[in-house]
């Protein structure tokens, strides 16, 4: 079964330092989404992707966050420089198009960051 | 904000069913019941999702009251790997894919 492939599983950093996390999305699957998860809470929307183009980024802080997908296929988020407060699990999901329907989102394993 | 209420923590004995509940009393036509739930530090997993008509599958069952202001997630037989945050989303259909908008879910508990 295909599945939503991240890494690093595991990240510590220290704070003012800068981080990345990759994400390949399940082939084919168009749509690819960067979620935040903080201890004890729902994961939230950081990034949504459309192929190459970003779709949503409203909710990124753009002072520190980025994120790419060049080809439409895998994806890179950084933060740049970590804070304190950045330290949650980072989840990748993908799904298969957009147009008119509404298609089942599936998660990759998650980056779990620890800023000291 | 999550357009769901659930209740923050349940148990449930090793092979009975659970019955996990689902409040969106606010729910439009459009949107569809989805169900995931997240085994401790794993990304979450799809379950099922329905729009008014009960649906089955491999995992479980969605029962939709007949006014679709309610849902109940059925683990016909619950084993202690089904220990997880269950979440319950509503979520629009046709206006292309939309993130999904998590609460903060149930926190199931299958005991020996």
């Known amino acids: 079964e295909a599945e939503v492939a991240q890494s690093p599983r595991y990240k510590i950093t220290e704070k003012s330092q800068a981080v990345a996390f990759w994400c390949d999305p399940i082939?084919?699957?168009?749509?690819l989404y960067w979620y935040r998860q903080i201890l004890g809470q729902g994961p939230e929307l950081l990034v949504q992707?459309?192929?190459?183009?970003?779709?949503?980024d409203s909710q990124l802080p753009k002072d520190r966050f980025s994120a790419e997908r060049l080809k439409g296929v895998d994806s890179t988020l950084k933060i740049q420089p970590a804070e304190l407060g950045d330290s949650a699990m980072y989840l990748c999901?993908?799904?298969?198009?957009?147009?008119?329907?509404?298609?089942?989102?599936?998660f990759g394993p998650g980056t779990r960051l620890t800023v000291l | 904000d999550a357009k769901t209420t659930q209740p923050t923590s349940m148990d449930c004995a090793e092979g009975r069913a659970a019955n996990l509940p689902c409040n969106h009393s606010?729910?439009?036509?459009?949107?569809?019941v989805y169900w995931y739930r997240q085994i401790h530090s794993q990304g979450p997993q799809y379950i099922i999702h329905?729009?008014?008509?009960?649906e089955t599958n491999e995992m479980a069952s969605l029962i939709i009251t007949e006014d679709r202001k309610s849902s109940t997630l059925i683990l016909p037989h619950a084993t202690l790997r089904d220990t997880a945050v269950y979440y319950c989303?509503?979520?629009?259909w046709g206006a292309g894919n939309t993130p999904l908008v998590f609460g903060k879910g149930t926190r199931l508990s299958v005991i020996a």
């Open positions: 989303i509503v979520r629009p």
């Open positions: 992707f459309q192929d190459e183009s970003v779709v949503d």
């Open positions: 082939s084919g699957h168009a749509t």
């Open positions: 606010t729910i439009s036509g459009n949107e569809y």
């Open positions: 329905g729009l008014k008509n009960n």
């Open positions: 999901a993908s799904s298969f198009e957009g147009g008119t329907s509404t298609d089942t989102q599936y």
